[in-house]
């Protein structure tokens, strides 16, 4: 059974009956097995499948415990533990309670957000301080909401940033209607899901017995609120606080740290024993990171006890040196390549490496770039499609509209909303069958120039202007047609939406669909329009060579996209797939080629960290926006313990082409690689007065 596979220590952890327990485990240390065990335990204990809540990260976390809890009970007793992500399993219950609830994407949200900032004219506020832009303010307003629990929103920006004070009624204006029109669509973002399920905890008794959460260090104050409101009977909380390594998006690791003073008679189980990291690694990961505070004692021991290779320090005179070298170390060496990570810091980085990798044909997969689903164009048809499924989704009609020359994000909600006045509140009424009787279509502007509202909007224009286009005398008729602001490109493209969506009439199966968007006149500008973009060169003259290949991209995508929908014969469960499921989906095969947050979880047999140069890993500028050192360090740590049995630490002393030199990381000094000199004791000194500004 799954607790006869575990030592002392995860045993004791598994089945103990304090009703809060912490288990501090180290990297390689098992907890997988101990999440696992403890399930085990429960389900031998007569506690029931579904009255166990599992909270990790990832659902390809959630899905490979519940996998290996059904080794043992069985898939139909494993199918019934709630299992997954904070936000999946909120989802899940609020689509219990209101069907019409609609997760929308953060960059989708992101798109409702400008339309609503781009309304306010900041330039006739005189004031020395540069206003946020609309995306800045989005992520500002995101981090308020997983951080802050007393503030309102304005006080909060009053208080944190107090140069910004006078925009701080405009920008809570803002969030303010931002927020209503949410609202209105139904539409949540991943902070409304854990709000949303916080106020249903509150009320509702959800039935629990115990509450697993997994990654306990990576929690931020709103998902602490969220275990704290379901009042569990039991508690079993996962984490290490040495690899907390999320504070740059509310990860705060004052939750572990203080988990015995929230819960005085909890029991803290400390796992020891690593599997994964052979002695010499482990030993380097030690050195560095017990220059942290030690928050709850641990001290590792290593049962990999076999003649390993000491870590090697690779120094190199050139930055782009040392990337060509580790590409031909990569080349030259007996390990596979998918059991190859190099591992880096900062996205510049990456990009290098990447370069020397594939002038040598070595293959490699990027974690952390472009995937197929982040694809504009891919994001695009998708859109289009979900409009056809759900006239109502306001946003995928903005973002469509928002390739279109001349149209923002404001101005495509402008359509959006006129297009349903003259529809009687259906949108393709409002194409297809406008009432003409309306004259004005167009919402009447508030005015307040204290929150940064101007009346701008100019004469209702007309529709002549376009009667040498060709457009249909049906369409012609419309009224959003007289927006003063729409120009002859702009109608043009909305009337090839009009002709996209007629000839969608009626299809059921997905892949027709697909199809046909992907073949559209309307598609085919979109295409036009992002390869142009992409093939752009500096002096802005277009590369010809380089737009055909990025139109061939995307039709090979458009291809994929087609193939992908071949199983599906349902719209909503195509859209599922593709929407929700996209984050879980990767490509490629090769060397691994991750950031050191995306390296998180896993392993592999040989392991290059590069670009440690004092300035790049830590880096200082991160440190200066609201970083720590303790937070370089701990990336640093996780970085290297996914090393197994190789691990390659590189560092370059001069960049030719910003002619900067460098100095070794502080964390080389620290491991014992690099000796200390007055190089070092300058940077440690400089690094505390940047602290102490």
Not at 225 to 246: H, K, N, R
Not at 514 to 529: G, L, N, P, Q
Request: charged share 25%; aromatic share 12%; glycine share 6%.
């Amino acid at each position: 059974m799954a607790l006869s596979r575990l030592n002392t220590e995860q045993y004791a952890a598994a089945t103990s009956k304090s009703a809060q327990n912490l288990i501090i485990a180290s990297a390689g240390t098992g907890k997988t097995s101990t999440i696992v065990g403890r399930i085990a335990y429960l389900l031998n204990n007569e506690v029931k499948p579904e009255e166990i809540l599992l909270l990790t990260f990832t659902n390809k976390a959630a899905a490979e415990m519940v996998e290996r809890v059904a080794e043992f009970f069985g898939k139909n007793v494993a199918a019934k533990i709630d299992a997954g992500t904070f936000h999946a399993v909120s989802y899940r219950w609020l689509k219990k309670f209101d069907k019409r609830v609609v997760l929308k994407q953060q960059r989708e949200l992101k798109t409702l957000f400008r339309s609503v900032y781009e309304k306010r004219n900041f330039m006739r506020i005189e004031a020395e301080t540069t206003p946020y832009g609309g995306n800045h303010l989005y992520d500002l307003y995101s981090f308020y909401q997983n951080t802050e629990l007393d503030n309102n929103f304005e006080d909060w920006i009053k208080e944190k940033y107090d140069e910004h004070a006078i925009f701080a009624l405009i920008y809570a204006d803002i969030v303010d209607e931002f927020e209503s029109l949410k609202k209105e669509y139904g539409f949540v973002n991943f902070n409304d899901l854990l709000l949303n399920f916080r106020e249903i905890c509150k009320s509702k008794n959800l039935g629990y017995k115990e509450v697993l959460v997994d990654e306990y260090q990576d929690t931020n104050a709103l998902q602490g609120t969220l275990i704290d409101a379901m009042q569990p009977p039991s508690l079993f909380c996962v984490g290490d606080y040495d690899q907390s390594i999320y504070a740059f998006n509310g990860a705060d690791i004052g939750i572990i740290g203080t988990y015995t003073q929230k819960f005085p008679q909890a029991k803290v189980h400390t796992l020891t024993k690593n599997y994964r990291s052979s002695r010499p690694i482990l030993s380097l990961a030690t050195r560095v990171i017990e220059h942290n505070e030690r928050i709850y004692p641990k001290q590792l021991e290593v049962t990999r006890d076999f003649a390993a290779q000491a870590p090697k320090l690779l120094a190199y005179e050139e930055l782009f040196d040392q990337y060509h070298a580790i590409a031909a170390k990569i080349r030259d060496t007996q390990t596979p390549h998918e059991e190859i990570a190099v591992i880096f810091r900062n996205n510049s980085s990456a990009d290098g490496i990447e370069v020397g990798l594939r002038e040598l044909d070595i293959p490699c997969k990027r974690k952390g770039g472009t995937s197929f689903f982040d694809a504009r164009e891919v994001k695009a048809v998708l859109d289009l499609y979900t409009l056809l499924v759900n006239e109502s989704d306001m946003m995928a009609f903005i973002h469509i509209f928002e390739f279109a020359r001349g149209i923002g994000s404001a101005m495509a909600k402008e359509l959006y909303i006129a297009l349903k006045n003259v529809g009687n509140g259906s949108m393709f009424f409002g194409l297809y069958a406008p009432d003409e009787s309306i004259k004005n279509p167009f919402e009447k502007r508030k005015l307040n120039s204290q929150l940064g509202l101007f009346d701008e909007f100019a004469e209702l224009g007309a529709v002549g202007k376009y009667v040498k286009l060709g457009f249909e005398a049906k369409f012609m008729k419309n009224p959003v047609l007289k927006h003063p602001k729409l120009t002859k490109e702009s109608a043009t493209f909305l009337h090839n939406f009009y002709l996209l969506y007629r000839d969608l009439k009626g299809i059921k199966q997905p892949r027709t669909i697909v199809r046909k968007i992907a073949s559209s006149t309307f598609c085919a500008y979109i295409a036009e329009s992002l390869a142009t973009k992409r093939a752009t060169l500096k002096d802005g003259s277009v590369d010809e060579k380089h737009k055909t290949e990025a139109l061939s991209r995307i039709r090979r995508k458009m291809l994929l996209l087609e193939e992908l929908a071949k199983p599906y014969n349902e719209h909503e469960r195509f859209l599922n797939a593709m929407i929700l499921g996209s984050s879980d989906l990767t490509q490629g095969e090769g060397v691994n080629l991750l950031s050191v947050h995306a390296s998180k979880g896993l392993e592999y047999k040989e392991v290059y960290v590069i670009d440690l140069m004092d300035g790049r890993f830590p880096n200082r500028k991160l440190m200066q926006r609201g970083g720590s050192l303790d937070e370089e360090r701990r990336l640093f740590y996780v970085a290297v313990t996914r090393a197994k049995d190789v691990l390659y630490l590189s560092y370059a002393k001069y960049d030719k082409i910003k002619k900067q030199n460098f100095v070794p990381s502080q964390f080389l000094y620290e491991s014992g690689l690099v000796p200390k000199d007055e190089a070092y004791r300058k940077m440690v000194l400089s690094a505390m007065d940047k602290e102490e500004e």
